[in-house]
């Protein structure tokens, strides 16, 4: 079992940055793989980005070059660094976790999930 609470989240101009934090509870997370989605008002669920246990990254092709996803595996942390961010990006935004290496961009193959935090973009 895993528990995930997101924070980092608010209100930032276009341009700006923001940097999202997701905590995890249990003694296995090394061994999960993590990723961030989000979701806009009307709008299903999307993968962001996501790292593996080992280490390894994936990002959604809306994201890349602007943020950047990574872990502390001693803090039971990962985050998501969110650069030039666009109002576009505006979202509540969700961490979770599954038990197998890879990264997998389908929502429906995470068995844990935060609450998810806020994040808006104002132009």
């Known amino acids: 079992q895993v528990q995930l609470v997101e924070s980092g989240g608010g209100l930032v101009q276009a341009g700006g940055s923001l940097r999202l934090s997701c905590a995890a509870s249990?003694?296995?997370?090394?061994?999960?793989?993590i990723a961030w989605f989000r979701q806009a008002p009307g709008k299903e669920r999307e993968f962001v980005a996501g790292t593996s246990w080992t280490g390894g990254t994936n990002y959604a092709d809306s994201v890349k070059g602007r943020f950047t996803i990574s872990r502390d595996n001693a803090k039971n942390t990962v985050y998501l660094q969110m650069n030039i961010l666009k109002p576009d990006d505006t979202a509540i935004y969700y961490c979770?976790?599954?038990?197998?290496?890879?990264?997998?961009?389908?929502?429906?193959?995470?068995?844990?999930w935060g609450q998810g935090t806020q994040v808006t973009v104002s132009s």
């Open positions: 979770a976790a599954r038990p197998q290496l890879l990264v997998n961009t389908n929502r429906r193959e995470y068995n844990y």
């Open positions: 249990g003694r296995t997370f090394s061994s999960y793989t």
